[in-house]
Each structure stands twice: as structure tokens, then as C-alpha cells.
């Protein structure tokens, strides 16, 4: 299966160290984060791969090349949002089904195995926080998306989107189609409701773990479970 992986943004929030890299490409134990999770993909099965990119595209590309690894990048010349990134790997995809998720985020072999299932329905995963109100909730019913709520102020449950996905090509006509939301984005997660109301949506439950790399904070975190957790 194809995988589309999302490395487009900037990553304000771990300034200054994307002053002249991506947030994909911060270091962790030496490495960049990129590195790890193209690994546990490999590791997965999975070897056809496309990094949407943006800015310092060029530094993509020499990672690439340092890593051995191999990849088609498709540039995402003005950030306007998930669901416009996804869109640019629509050549890419072809008729296929693929995985998509964000190259800031890292999860087990095993729950990236799990979510390649070989049936009708879309999958996005879902995983239990402590904190369900700042992200995107996910309400299901029998094992199917009913629709996400974004960082609801009321409870709604505690599963929430961890951003790891199989999209079936169904996916493009939506996002050719949306509307941008009040924050000027074409959103992924529009698309996905979409097909949630069509029952086209199934939620798979992430068992070992999900890892987010997104601010300064986290290079520490990220340090110590790698520390314990990775081997080559």
C-alpha cells in the first residue's frame, strides 16, 4: 500500500531549531525524527512512499539521500491545510488505497500494520487521552465514525484522532469539493465527516502507543521513550 506522509509545515513551535529545517528533520538521539517513523513504516511492509513538503523541501531531499531511503516528493507550494496536502498526492495515489499521517508523529510497527485493512471502508485510528478537549474527538457507534468534534468544550468521550489514516481514492472528489473553512484551510477532517454521514468510516483503536513531536517540550519526551523503546 501507498503511504502519504505530510511534512509541508514549518513548525513554529519548535523555533529556532526550523530556522533552517523542517520539523520533520529536528534531531532526536542524533537522528532526525523522520528517520524513525519512515523506519517503523519499512518495518511495517510498507516502501512506497510520497512526503508532501514545503518549506526547506530541499533539506528533504538531502535527508533522503543521507538515509538511503527513497520517496516521491511532491511540493506543497502554500500551506492550505491537511486536507490540501493530501490532495497534491492524488497523481501519486492513482487508483489505489493508501495510507496517509503526519510526519511530526510516531507510532508502533503493530498498530501501523493493523489500520492496512483490505475492505470497502476508510479507517482513521483513534487513541484514549487524558485531555480529549484539545483535539479532534471521535464519536463512533459500532465500531463506525459518526462524526469528529473538534476540541468540544463538553465531554463527548476520550478517543480522540491520532491522525493515522487509509483512504480509499474516494477521498479526492471530496476534497476537490470543499469549501475552506473559517480559518481558510481545505481540512482533512471535513472530507472525513463527509464519509462518516455515508458510513464509509471505520475507527480502529490504537493499542501500543502514539507519539506526538510537535513543540520543544517534546524533543525531550521524545528522547526518553526512543531510549527505551527503539531498536534497528
Given at each position: 500500500m501507498k503511504v502519504v506522509i505530510m511534512a509541508a509545515g514549518?513548525?513554529?513551535?519548535?523555533?529556532?531549531?526550523?530556522?533552517?529545517?523542517?520539523?520533520?528533520?529536528?534531531?532526536?538521539?542524533?537522528?532526525?525524527?523522520?528517520?524513525?517513523?519512515i523506519k517503523n513504516l519499512q518495518k511495517a511492509g510498507y516502501?512506497?512512499?510520497?512526503?508532501?513538503?514545503?518549506?526547506?523541501?530541499?533539506?528533504?531531499?538531502?535527508?533522503?539521500?543521507?538515509?538511503?531511503?527513497?520517496?516521491?516528493?511532491?511540493?506543497?507550494?502554500?500551506?492550505?491545510?491537511?486536507?490540501?496536502?493530501?490532495?497534491?498526492?492524488?497523481?501519486?495515489?492513482?487508483?489505489?488505497?493508501?495510507?496517509?499521517?503526519?510526519?511530526?508523529?510516531?507510532?508502533?510497527?503493530?498498530?501501523?500494520?493493523?489500520?492496512?485493512?483490505?475492505?470497502?471502508?476508510?479507517?482513521?485510528?483513534?487513541?484514549?487521552?487524558?485531555?480529549?478537549?484539545?483535539?479532534?474527538?471521535?464519536?463512533?457507534?459500532?465500531?463506525?465514525?459518526?462524526?469528529?468534534?473538534?476540541?468540544?468544550?463538553?465531554?463527548?468521550?476520550?478517543?480522540?484522532?491520532?491522525?493515522?489514516?487509509?483512504?480509499?481514492?474516494?477521498?479526492?472528489?471530496?476534497?476537490?469539493?470543499?469549501?475552506?473553512?473559517?480559518?481558510?484551510?481545505?481540512?482533512?477532517?471535513?472530507?472525513?465527516?463527509?464519509?462518516?454521514?455515508?458510513?464509509?468510516?471505520?475507527?480502529?483503536?490504537?493499542?501500543?502507543?502514539?507519539?506526538?513531536?510537535?513543540?520543544?517540550?517534546?524533543?525531550?519526551?521524545?528522547?526518553?521513550?526512543?531510549?527505551?523503546?527503539?531498536?534497528?
Open positions: 514549518k513548525g513554529t513551535r519548535m523555533l529556532p531549531l526550523t530556522e533552517d529545517i523542517p520539523k520533520v528533520l529536528v534531531e532526536v538521539n542524533n537522528k532526525p525524527f523522520l528517520y524513525y517513523l516502501n512506497d512512499f510520497c512526503i508532501i513538503a514545503g518549506y526547506k523541501k530541499e533539506k528533504i531531499i538531502e535527508f533522503l539521500d543521507n538515509y538511503g531511503f527513497e520517496a516521491t516528493i511532491v511540493e506543497q507550494k502554500e500551506q492550505l491545510g491537511t486536507g490540501h496536502a493530501v490532495l497534491q498526492a492524488k497523481e501519486f495515489v492513482e487508483q489505489d488505497d493508501f495510507l496517509v499521517l503526519g510526519g511530526d508523529n510516531l507510532w508502533s510497527v503493530e498498530d501501523i500494520k493493523k489500520i492496512n485493512s483490505n475492505d470497502e471502508y476508510n479507517y482513521v485510528s483513534g487513541v484514549r487521552v487524558e485531555t480529549p478537549q484539545n483535539y479532534g474527538v471521535l464519536i463512533e457507534e459500532n465500531g463506525k465514525l459518526k462524526k469528529i468534534k473538534e476540541k468540544p468544550k463538553e465531554f463527548f468521550g476520550n478517543i480522540i484522532n491520532s491522525g493515522l489514516y487509509k483512504f480509499k481514492p474516494e477521498i479526492f472528489s471530496l476534497l476537490e469539493n470543499l469549501k475552506p473553512s473559517p480559518r481558510g484551510e481545505i481540512e482533512l477532517t471535513d472530507a472525513i465527516s463527509t464519509l462518516a454521514e455515508q458510513g464509509k468510516v471505520k475507527v480502529i483503536k490504537i493499542k501500543d502507543f502514539w507519539k506526538d513531536f510537535g513543540c520543544l517540550e517534546d524533543i525531550p519526551k521524545m528522547s526518553e521513550f526512543l531510549k527505551d523503546y527503539w531498536q534497528e
